[in-house]
């Protein structure tokens, strides 16, 4: 599936590929080779790329995550409020581009303006709207009369004043986002060229020829001028694949020495290669969520019903091999604010499932569920079928799947006829950051269609919170108010796992399972 890319991909034996094969030797650190899914280099500007290892490896934010889930800055020497909408943030000296230019306050803010921007159509430009001056840069009709976030402002080489249309106490945590990276002056002349062979100020840089039209690798070497943390490997090539599935597939023929694994071939892992599988658990959550759309799920009691009658037990231990673990809650407590037991209604009781169902009125004719187009999600969501079939009585029941970019939609058009398995990671590793997804009003990934004033009232006293512990017991609160409406089932909250080959050693991952590229050592 992979195609060898040419030039600087040289240096790398056997196409990058290859357990022992690939050639630690070629250069001070040696390199390796990694499957990860197609969307993962897909678009490589800050504006454009999703948040993934590969673009941790390419950006370095003003803040970062680190593995106990606390925000720490990065390029930023301070990031200050007093009260929570106004910030001042101030950078570290010395920091860099690949291309040798200097980082400033104005590369942030040059950065966020084209990310912004509407004409620019970056998918990632949304993530500013909480900025003033968004609105201008995406007026419903024509074209913007400015180009300028009024709300980010740069007052000296080293610091930058943002103003935002509301207080958001986790700013902070939203600037470690990849969005929030910088840009040099020459990504200006060409964004759609930069999209592609992108300079960054990260461990990694992109070499050329960087990504190739249909290319489906690329190559990153160390940047050895980079002032944080250098990475270990002095290359290491980046291979796409469909799903986890084809990757593990890869690297079980040797043609990849690291790819992630999950459901089955997690447990696979864990018996064929015990010594070489690193897990952790992930700041996730899958559920099952209820259409508010249709009316048959108005009732409270049909959703407490179906949530009841679900074995989350029965699929973590069977299906997921142990590699997971039951939800109560919409977070695990990897996250701060996470681990609660906000779901009443998420325990197993069959029993009490038919009564709820009955006095709700029964169910009357066929029911259909839908998920995503991954096998994981169809072998569980089967299990639920049977399941809902032999506790609740409903004899008609099917199953659909879609691919990702349809089922999104569909379900925020209200097209979607019954309910839907779905995962959602956190965004950063706080309670706010999974409410605000899951059940904000605004939320692009709010797919139920719930919509609480109570729960948007806690959620604007979070964010309007002075102090950490205010923020998330403002927050875990808002996640309580929304689960006593059930809008949506937590069933698990997912476990990661990533393979490596002998050679290597020190893989880790991150909070939402990616593995940290520059912490991987070739032996």
């Not at 941790?56 to 930023?76: F, Y």
């Not at 990757?247 to 020495?257: E, I």
Request: charged fraction near 15%.
């Amino acid at each position: 599936m992979a195609l060898c890319a040419v030039g600087a991909l040289a240096a790398v034996s056997a196409c990058g590929g290859g357990g022992t094969q690939a050639g630690g030797a070629t250069a001070d650190g040696g390199s390796y080779s990694i499957g990860v899914p197609t969307w993962y280099i897909a678009h490589l500007t800050p504006g454009r790329a999703g948040f993934s290892g590969v673009a941790d490896a390419i950006w370095t934010p003003l803040t970062q995550v680190d593995r106990s889930g606390k925000v720490v800055d990065a390029v930023a020497r301070s990031v200050r409020s007093t009260d929570q909408r106004h910030w001042t943030i101030t950078l570290k000296s010395g920091w860099k581009f690949q291309n040798g230019e200097p980082v400033t306050a104005q590369s942030f803010a040059d950065s966020w303006n084209a990310a912004a921007y509407a004409p620019n159509t970056m998918a990632n430009g949304y993530l500013f709207a909480g900025i003033e001056g968004y609105a201008a840069l995406n007026p419903p009709d024509g074209k913007p009369t400015t180009d300028k976030l009024s709300g980010v402002r740069v007052t000296g080489t080293d610091t930058l004043e943002v103003t935002l249309t509301r207080p958001l106490s986790t700013f902070p945590y939203v600037l470690a986002g990849t969005a929030f990276a910088p840009m040099p002056k020459a990504a200006f002349k060409n964004l759609a060229g930069y999209d592609r062979l992108p300079i960054g100020n990260g461990p990694y840089q992109v070499a050329a020829p960087g990504l190739a039209p249909g290319g489906q690798q690329i190559t990153l070497k160390r940047f050895d001028g980079y002032p944080g943390a250098k990475g270990h490997a002095a290359q290491i090539t980046v291979k796409t694949y469909q799903t986890d599935a084809t990757a593990f597939t890869s690297f079980r023929s040797g043609a990849v020495d690291i790819a992630t694994a999950s459901g089955n071939d997690l447990s696979t892992a864990s018996r064929t290669y015990a010594a070489q599988l690193v897990t952790s658990p992930t700041a996730a959550v899958e559920y099952l969520g209820f259409p508010l759309w249709d009316r048959r799920f108005a009732d409270l009691r049909v959703r407490q019903a179906f949530s009841l009658a679900i074995d989350r037990k029965a699929i973590v231990d069977s299906l997921l091999q142990g590699h997971a673990q039951p939800a109560a809650g919409i977070a695990p407590d990897v996250i701060a604010g996470g681990g609660g037991t906000d779901c009443a209604a998420c325990g197993y009781d069959p029993a009490r499932a038919r009564q709820l169902l009955a006095a709700a009125g029964g169910w009357h004719g066929s029911l259909t569920l839908w998920t995503k187009q991954e096998p994981e999600s169809q072998t569980v969501l089967e299990a639920i079928v049977n399941q809902l079939r032999t506790n609740l009585g409903i004899t008609s029941i099917s199953l659909k799947v879609q691919p990702t970019d349809q089922i999104y939609p569909n379900l925020l058009a209200h097209k979607t006829t019954g309910p839907f398995l779905l995962y959602m990671g956190a965004a950063y590793p706080n309670i706010y950051s999974q409410d605000d997804q899951l059940f904000g009003s605004s939320s692009g990934t709010n797919v139920t269609g719930y919509k609480s004033a109570g729960f948007d009232a806690l959620m604007d006293k979070a964010a309007a919170a002075t102090t950490t512990a205010d923020g998330l017991r403002f927050a875990r609160q808002a996640g309580r108010t929304a689960m006593a409406d059930l809008p949506l089932a937590p069933l698990y909250y997912p476990v990661s796992g990533a393979v490596h080959a002998k050679r290597l050693s020190g893989v880790r991952l991150g909070y939402l399972g990616d593995v940290d590229l520059s912490s991987v050592t070739v032996r």
